[in-house]
Structures are given as structure tokens and as C-alpha cells.
């Protein structure tokens, strides 16, 4: 059994450029945390699992000198792999898993690339629920009360109270066996489905999804001030 991570990185990123100066130019997988673009810490984050056997990035084309540019700066080593990314989501994930050459029970991970404060340990317990369960995303127990509502011309209406335990806020890595994933994407593409991340085109083909326990710092970036709060969390490990 070997392990690949899949890092869709082609995406814009438009929120990030209000109020950050010099922002709009700069996807938010490409800003800087403490020196480091955000996609180079969320790449070193897998390198540093010796049981990741490759990482493979997708970038768009306009993107894949500045990319390979930072991996050679920054030493990946052979591990790190670059694909075309897709005009969305599930296509950068689509086209990364045709470029794999897995066997169908191969782990595959894909992880937010503007997530970059993955850590080790939960990698490592996604990649072992995985492997004892066909399939495995990272979550957060949510806090505040979820309600259900219903949307009208003047607003929403509250239609319901969902139980909190009932529900979780999903993270990244997302992943399951390679021939799992594979066939999952490939009932998605033949019948025009897009899914909002790997685990709802894995349920919509019958798997059985699982959930690992995340953290407060697996968090995306998003919009200005989430790269302070990053340095913020890097700080108080240095500390």
C-alpha cells in the first residue's frame, strides 16, 4: 500500500484581496506565511509523513513555472509532482487522479492547498482511517447551534434546529482507496454531478465516509487576517 496526496491549487482566490495591498496579483496559495507561500508549507506539511509516498500539486498552466520555481527553491525533492488543475475543484482532483499510477487500494489524500497548518499526527490518523475503512475525512464538532433554514425574498426564515451532535464542520485531507475515489469521480463526471469536496461525491456513490478528529489550526485560508492568525499559531509553537 503506498500514499499520494493530491493539493488542487489552481484556484484564484479572490477573497484575499480585500485589504491586503498588493493582494489582487497574488492567489492566497501563493502568499506568504513567515517567508513561505502558504502552498509550500501545506506541501511540506505531507513531506514531513515519511508514509506519503508522492505529492502531487494542481496548478494552472499560467502558475507551473512560478510553482516549480518554489519547489527547487525550497528543496521538495523528488516526491512533489505537478498536473494541470481543472477550472474548478473536482476537476484539479479529476485530472490529478488520472496522472496517479495507483493500485486500487493505494491511499489518496486531497488536501485544501491553502490549508498549510496540517499537522503530522491527524495526516497520519487519516491515512490509517482510510485504510481500515475504504474512506476518511477530517472534522470539527461544531460549536455554535445549526439551524436549518428556509430563504425567501426578504431573507431566511428558520425552519429547524439541528442537533450539534448530529453535525460536523469538514476539513481537509479528504481521501479513500484509489479504485473507491476513482469510481466515485467517475459516476460524478458521467452524470454532470459537482460536489462541494471528495466526501460528498464519495457518498453520493455509496461509500461510507468516516471522520477523523480535526483542530481549530487546520484552518483555510480565506480572507485578510487569517495569514496573521497563521503566524499567530506558528509563533506559539517557536515559543
Not at 46 to 58: E, G, N, T
Not at 109 to 116: G, N, Q, Y
Not at 194 to 209: I, M, P, Q
Amino acid at each position: 500500500m503506498r500514499v499520494f496526496v493530491i493539493l488542487p491549487a489552481a484556484g484564484i482566490g479572490t477573497r484575499m484581496a480585500t485589504g491586503m495591498p498588493g493582494s489582487a496579483a497574488a492567489p492566497k496559495q501563493f502568499l506568504e506565511i513567515g517567508g513561505v507561500p502558504v502552498l509550500i508549507r501545506s506541501v511540506q506539511a505531507f513531506l514531513a509523513v515519511p508514509r506519503v509516498d508522492a505529492v502531487c500539486v494542481a496548478v494552472r498552466g499560467i502558475d507551473r513555472e512560478r510553482v516549480l520555481a518554489q519547489v527547487e527553491e525550497f528543496k521538495l525533492g523528488p516526491r512533489v509532482h505537478l498536473v494541470e488543475g481543472g477550472d474548478n475543484r473536482q476537476e484539479s482532483v479529476g485530472n490529478a487522479l488520472a496522472a496517479l499510477e495507483c493500485e486500487d487500494d493505494d491511499v489518496v489524500l486531497v488536501h485544501d492547498a491553502v490549508r498549510p497548518l496540517i499537522d503530522p499526527g491527524t495526516i497520519e490518523r487519516t491515512i490509517d482511517a482510510v485504510t481500515r475503512h475504504g474512506a476518511a475525512i477530517v472534522g470539527m464538532p461544531a460549536v455554535d447551534t445549526i439551524k436549518q433554514v428556509e430563504r425567501t425574498a426578504d431573507g431566511a426564515i428558520v425552519t429547524s434546529t439541528i442537533p450539534r451532535e448530529r453535525v460536523i464542520h469538514a476539513q481537509t485531507p479528504q481521501g479513500a482507496l484509489f479504485g473507491l475515489l476513482r469510481r466515485a469521480f467517475a459516476e460524478a463526471e458521467t452524470d454532470g454531478f459537482s460536489g462541494t469536496d471528495e466526501a460528498s461525491v464519495l457518498e453520493r456513490a455509496g461509500v461510507e465516509v468516516w471522520v477523523v478528529p480535526g483542530s481549530a489550526r487546520n484552518f483555510k485560508i480565506t480572507q485578510p487576517g487569517d495569514i496573521e492568525l497563521a503566524e499567530f499559531y506558528l509563533g506559539r509553537e517557536k515559543a
